[in-house]
């Protein structure tokens, strides 16, 4: 099935623009983006309590087991978070050209190029980004260094649950890490710190995902929930010829 569906009214882009609608974003994608979203919630929650109990209960603690509850349920969600990255790593070989790894590393001439074009529209040096109907130069290594850091959190908690995990079980093989960070507590800081830093970025995110759609008039916020963009048919199709000669290059 193509990728791009019937034209559609240019609305605010210039008159002389054919615009399309162009599949960019794949079930799988879209299905990881959220679960990690949903995730990382949960986990700042529970992570909190865990870290210092907010909740009051009335009697004995042994009747309530509120932490229990909270190390369950921030023990499985960390697996979703963990399983949703992964199955997002596998799409950088399996899914469409917006979804795969050079997505994420400027590996060409054009993606290079593009990120200072990208920096110097975000810094109001120029009027227009260069265009990028999946995610742009700097996007895409701004989500590289996010991945990092969901590898870095994923591995420091399942360091430190490793000390607590039932004695001959999988999680127990992941004790070696624990001299790699240091320690559990120094484990136990660099989980903290990213978990601020990934709820800073999610803040810029959904401002930066707002904005760009209210600019670009491509439907950016609105194709993480559909999968589609809509584009300038001749930027679409300039793009496209880019990277099959690209392919065939490297294939050759």
């Known amino acids: 099935m193509s990728s791009v569906a019937a034209t559609a009214p240019a609305g605010a882009h210039a008159q002389d623009e054919e615009i399309v609608r162009v599949y960019v974003?794949?079930?799988p994608v879209r299905i990881c983006h959220w679960l990690i979203a949903c995730s990382i919630v949960v986990l700042s929650v529970t992570g909190f309590y865990i870290g210092g109990p907010f909740i009051g209960v009335f009697?004995?603690?042994?009747?309530?087991?509120?932490?229990?509850?909270?190390?369950?349920?921030?023990?499985?969600?960390?697996?979703?978070?963990?399983?949703?990255?992964?199955?997002r790593v596998i799409w950088w070989l399996s899914g469409n050209m917006w979804?795969?790894?050079?997505q994420f590393f400027p590996v060409d001439g054009r993606r290079f190029e593009g990120v200072f074009g990208t920096l110097r529209f975000y810094t109001f040096f120029s009027l227009k980004a260069p265009y990028a109907t999946g995610h742009n130069p700097v996007a895409g290594l701004t989500y590289l260094a996010?991945?990092?850091?969901?590898?870095?959190?994923?591995?420091?908690?399942f360091a430190m649950y490793s000390t607590?995990?039932?004695?001959?079980?999988?999680?127990?093989?992941?004790?070696?890490?624990?001299?790699?960070?240091?320690?559990v507590q120094i484990a136990r800081w660099i989980h903290h710190i990213i978990m601020w830093l990934l709820l800073g970025f999610s803040v810029?995110?959904?401002?930066?995902?707002?904005?760009?759609?209210?600019?670009?008039?491509?439907?950016?916020?609105?194709?993480?929930?559909?999968?589609y963009k809509f584009v300038p048919r001749e930027e679409y199709e300039d793009e496209r010829a880019y990277t099959k000669?690209?392919?065939?290059?490297?294939?050759?």
């Open 164 to 183: 607590m995990a039932p004695v001959g079980g999988f999680f127990r093989h992941f004790q070696w890490l624990i001299p790699i960070f240091g320690g």
């Open 25 to 27: 974003w794949e079930v």
């Open 204 to 227: 810029h995110h959904v401002y930066s995902a707002l904005l760009m759609s209210h600019v670009e008039k491509t439907a950016c916020m609105e194709s993480i929930f559909s999968g």
């Open 59 to 87: 009697g004995e603690a042994r009747d309530h087991h509120v932490m229990a509850i909270m190390k369950v349920i921030h023990f499985y969600t960390a697996i979703v978070f963990t399983t949703s990255i992964l199955v």
């Open 99 to 102: 979804a795969q790894w050079h």
């Open 245 to 252: 000669k690209r392919h065939t290059l490297a294939h050759d």
């Open 146 to 157: 996010v991945f990092f850091l969901y590898v870095l959190v994923s591995a420091t908690g």
